[in-house]
């Protein structure tokens, strides 16, 4: 008899999970309150970010996460956009540029393939950039992707595999029978299982409260804004100097002096994240005005827009004047020490949640859900992800860094 395996939640760990335990032989269900990838999955930049991610857990989730998203490519039906033409950080001072050193030297201490470049062809890569960058770091291992594509394509795969999906349906409290996951009870009925997994990022503090369980997650709501589709072509994910003030791997350096890194203050509970990626399509992606807000919903802010508008008119002068055809936020799961939850944290109910960089961490999160939904062997190690782990509880209006 197969297996009845109900998700909850239809982001990229959601998703995922759908198509690798259908395809595994499992009767899913998934059930989504909003819309497929509502959360952060649809709403961030689709960054594949290596460049920064410490070395050991951190990075080497990464790496399984971008060597899955190349596999899927090839598999899923309909594809979905994916572009491995890695990703920079730039520098506009000999100051920054001595920390950028530093910096290169270290990651390649760790194994990523990275190079310092210089400015003229920062300009190349970036046509809008301000003239007076001096150089940036680069890493071949970044990829970029539109995130709502492969969150697409992955439904499309998990149906053609047999999987139900149901969206705009919103999942009111698990059941159990005799201390057992039995399913769950939605508003339009209850929907039997012998496995119910949480995939609800930002949301999945509140809803396992209402289970008894305490996993604390947070979520950082990120801001950002799309224009038309421009006539230059920009390759790499594109980070400015200021970033490099939300990264350990930056602030951990000896050369590393914050001042160096200083811009104007920003109000309002608000910092800027600059970063930048073209699609496809020619259309850019701008952000990331972000916070900390007790509720987090996809709408941007005045103030939000107004932190963009300065920050990022700065970094691209010849962007300052361009039309914003989208603008919208998103929420941005995140654990106290920056690693997802990954476990079974009652008979049958499993827990896959608190990415702060799921684009890659969800798909081998998928991957090892379905592995212990199958009782096999977890294929990536997720000792560090244990819900029993100690986590601090998560307090709005309070930065985190990675």
Sequence with gaps: MKRDVVIVGGGIVGCATAYFAAQAGLNVTLVERETLGYGASSRNPGFLWLHCRS??????????????????????????????????????????GAVFEEFVASRRRDGLDMELIDGGEVRRLVPPVREDVLGASYCSEDAQIVTASLIAALARGARAEGATIHEGVAVERLLTSS?????????????????????????????????????????????????????????????????????????????????????????????LLPLLVQQASGEVVMGCATDYPDEIDPVATLGGLSLLANGMGREYPSLANVPITAAWAGALPFTSDQKPVIDEVGPGVFVGAGHAFGNTAGLVTAEVLTDLLLRRPPSFEIEECRADRPLEAIEAGVATHW
């Design 179 to 271: 201390g057992a996951a039995a399913g769950v009870e939605t508003e339009i009925g209850r929907i039997s299982a012998d496995a119910v997994v949480v995939t609800t990022g930002a949301w999945t503090t509140g809803f396992m409260a209402a289970e008894g369980l305490n996993i604390p997650i947070g979520g950082e709501r990120l801001q950002l804004v799309k224009t038309p589709p421009q006539p230059f072509r920009i390759e790499p994910l594109v980070y400015g100097p200021l970033a490099t003030r939300q990264y350990a791997l930056f602030r951990d350096l000896p050369s590393w002096d914050p001042s160096l890194f200083r811009y104007e203050r920003e109000g309002n509970g608000l910092t």
């Design 55 to 96: 070395a050991g857990f951190d990075l080497d989730i990464s790496r399984a996460g971008r060597a899955i998203c190349g596999r899927l490519l090839d598999e899923l039906p309909g594809g979905f956009e994916f572009r491995p033409a890695g990703g920079l950080m730039y520098f506009t001072t000999p100051g920054e």
